[in-house]
């Protein structure tokens, strides 16, 4: 059973879904929009279109109106101005119950229309290069797009608005089942996704408008895009989703394909992301275990299992149901060695023959494949929630390098000692503060971290080795070196490790006690080296 609201054709019926006549069809991205086009025209639909989209659709061999036809307006300025007309938005606005609305309609000859196909010039693509002049972004802001979008979007009631590709087919769909109608919840749905739309694409243009002024502009206008929802937050009775920003360049999951075990949890993505960060940050054969956000062994090694081996030999006892980041594809023997321990997550490049085989003997254990080669933008912001609000920061980029660092004791580092020191700093930036890493040959030690005294922090590295290797431990430490996130406020730190056996401090400096440290060292023939630069991770 139908009701017709009026002369012009347009047809509502009981259960709130509508009959679709006519379409207007004006987009960027021509994805699919000639096969979405077809099964519109096949239901009798007519097609209305603008520009370069009704050339595209006419190639295609369907029959098209254009706009300017609808309107009795050409277009003018060059295009800037085509869509943006009394006649069109009247079609679209107008509210189908309302029967003053539709005799106006009636009256001044317009006919409504009941789907809009729209999406945007590609402002974000655009601003993205590198030096884009700012005549090009400019000519990108969309104006008759938003503006349609919005229109279709607020009239939901009676207009169904289509802003993605992706939803062609669901769309084709029901109104191929219905016979060429679309449903209430339907057109809701489409409305909430081209509100979504729109305000992107102005979070965007807003973006680039403000790096012309300030780095932390007065307001801040971000989107962001539902990536995952995950099996539940920190804790079992908390919900959680992964969002991703809109226009990131990569995001902690993007090219990453799920190949076995259970749902991701908020906890495992927090780790996943720990642990890929500081793997990415070493080009030699890596392994880094995280657990509670914090690495409980980190290595190199000629290959990827030795890395592993090492990486576990740090803490084994912390590192079972940890998260595993390697940059190697992993072979058939380290996939035995990993089929040894309970594994939470395990993130790699790539899995040769039979090791995959191996890894899913064990239900549990979430194994994920990484192929994200593409860089993060390096003008991304670290941001960091709080009540009410955010704290916004510029990341804290890439280690030192060794050119810049001071030695700053008599006795001058070996080669081996820089080595050891080097990696040990790479390592304890990742690590939550107060943080202390002790490393010898490519390998985490002892690692100490979220301590409220530095010194603590010292001591519980120092314990991990022994805990770890037993009696074995006085030999690793023996040469070792150890690095500090920030300055040692008083010499009984570095003493301690010195007491333990390392031979090799590293650390900002800056400390008004910097003279006591440096002087406890000489006292023991030890190298330190101040890096200028501190690395707090709370």
Known sequence: MTETTADTGNETVDDGAIRVRRALISVSDKTGVADFAKSLAALGVEILSTGGTASA???????????????????????????????????????????????????????????????????????????????????????GGPTMIRAAAKNHEGVAVVVKPESYDAVCAELEESGGEISASTRHWLANEAFAQTARYDAAISRWFSTEYEDFPEHLVVAYEKVLDLSYGENPHQRAALYSEAGARCHILSRVSKLHG?????????????????????????????????????????????????????????????????????????AEELHKNFVEVLIAPGFEDGALGVLQQKEAIRILCEEERREPDPDERDVKRVLGGLLIQDRDGDPEPRELMEVVTETQPSDQQWQDMLFAWTVVRRV????????????????????????????LAVEKCR???????????????????????????????????????IEPGGSKRDGEVIAACDADGVAMVFTKHRHFRH
């Open 262 to 334: 259970r749902a991701l949890s908020f906890n495992n993505v927090l780790d996943l992301d720990s642990a890929r960060s500081l793997v990415g940050d070493f080009e030699q054969p890596a392994c880094v275990i995280v657990k509670h956000n914090n690495p409980c062994g980190a290595a190199i090694g000629a290959d990827i299992l030795e890395a592993y081996l090492k990486a576990l030999a740090c803490d084994p006892l912390s590192a079972y149901g940890g998260v595993i980041a390697l940059n190697r594809p992993i072979g058939l023997e380290l």
């Open 467 to 505: 805990a770890a290797h037993g009696e074995a431990a006085g030999a690793l430490l023996a040469g070792s070196a150890i690095a500090s996130d920030a300055f040692f406020p008083f010499a009984d730190g570095p003493e301690l490790a010195i007491q333990a056996g390392s031979t090799a401090v």
């Open 57 to 143: 659709l006419r190639e295609a061999g369907l029959k098209v109106t254009d706009v300017s036809e609808f309107t009795g307006q050409e277009e003018i300025l060059d295009g800037r101005v085509k869509t943006l007309h009394p006649r069109l938005h009247a079609a679209l606005l107008a509210r189908r119950e309302d029967p003053d609305h539709m005799a106006t309609l009636e009256r001044e000859g317009i006919e409504p229309i009941d789907v809009v196909c729209v999406n945007l010039y590609p402002f974000e693509q655009t601003v993205s290069g590198h030096e884009v002049p700012s005549e090009v972004a400019i000519e990108n802001i969309d104006i």
């Open 432 to 459: 939550r503060s107060n943080a202390i890493v002790i490393a010898k040959g490519g390998a985490t030690l002892g690692i100490g971290a979220g301590q409220m005294s530095r010194v603590d922090s010292v001591r």
